[in-house]
């Protein structure tokens, strides 16, 4: 496809269960980014990758919650031992060039995770 | 610290009216600054960007916003709003990815 795309779109874990969420960015992309939004909020920043490099997780919440992006294209948050505050969407954006500065982000439609 | 404040949650408007979204944002750097919008159901996508130059930069669908460094804003304007327009709209400042909290705007026909 020519976005991003996202899957599932909807998770409902239970407390303490653990999540994947996967996120297929625009192919060629160099930048990947996640974000948290919650209900009534603006995007969080949680993570940047460049390539299959994390660069920046300053924004993951806690040890639980976790990235990758081994071969530099799809990447997958994982969050462990779900908290009811992890209730969100989790949106991911991929740009084009290095750095994100400047770049266009182009988003995702989102996963909303419903911890129960 | 850096922040991103919009001061209007939600706006209702009648088509026609004029449009002015307040954005004031708080960082030291070089600043970055976007205004996206996400309309029912879709994805959140971009309206326009400033980096430097002209402050007054134009983006899609009729909509523009003004960099004022003095006040550290970035107000998003449109002179008639249509019903279309309604949605999220994001401002953000991309020195450290910060996005505002969102004002909703509804235009009644």
């Known amino acids: 496809g020519a976005g991003v795309s996202q899957s599932p779109r909807y998770k409902v874990a239970k407390r303490g269960q653990d999540v994947a969420l996967r996120c297929d960015p625009i192919?060629?992309?160099?930048?990947l980014f996640w974000y948290q939004q919650a209900l009534g909020q603006g995007p969080e920043f949680l993570t940047y990758?460049?390539?299959?490099?994390?660069?920046?997780k300053s924004g993951l919440p806690s040890d639980r919650f976790f990235a990758e992006r081994p071969e530099g294209s799809v990447s997958t948050l994982k969050i462990q031992r779900t908290q009811q505050e992890d209730s969100a969407v989790y949106l991911c954006?991929?740009?084009?060039?290095?750095?994100?500065?400047?770049?266009?982000?182009?988003f995702g439609p989102g996963t909303r995770l419903t911890v129960t | 610290a850096q922040s991103v404040s919009q001061h209007n949650h939600h706006v209702i408007l009648s088509e026609a009216a004029s449009l002015e979204l307040g954005c004031n944002y708080s960082?030291?750097?070089?600043?970055?600054l976007f205004w996206y919008v996400q309309y029912p159901g879709q994805h959140l996508q971009l309206l326009l960007k400033?980096?430097?130059?002209?402050?007054l930069v134009k983006g899609i669908k009729g909509f523009e916003a003004e960099f004022i460094k003095s006040k550290f804003s970035f107000n998003l304007r449109k002179p008639s709003v249509q019903w279309s327009d309604t949605a999220e709209y994001f401002c953000?400042?991309?020195?450290?990815?910060?996005f505002g909290t969102g004002t909703s705007l509804t235009v009644i026909p």
């Open positions: 953000a400042v991309r020195g450290q990815f910060y």
């Open positions: 990758f460049q390539n299959e490099a994390q660069l920046d």
């Open positions: 192919s060629g992309h160099v930048s």
């Open positions: 960082y030291g750097g070089t600043v970055n």
């Open positions: 954006a991929s740009t084009i060039g290095a750095g994100g500065a400047q770049s266009e982000q182009y």
């Open positions: 400033y980096f430097s130059g002209d402050p």
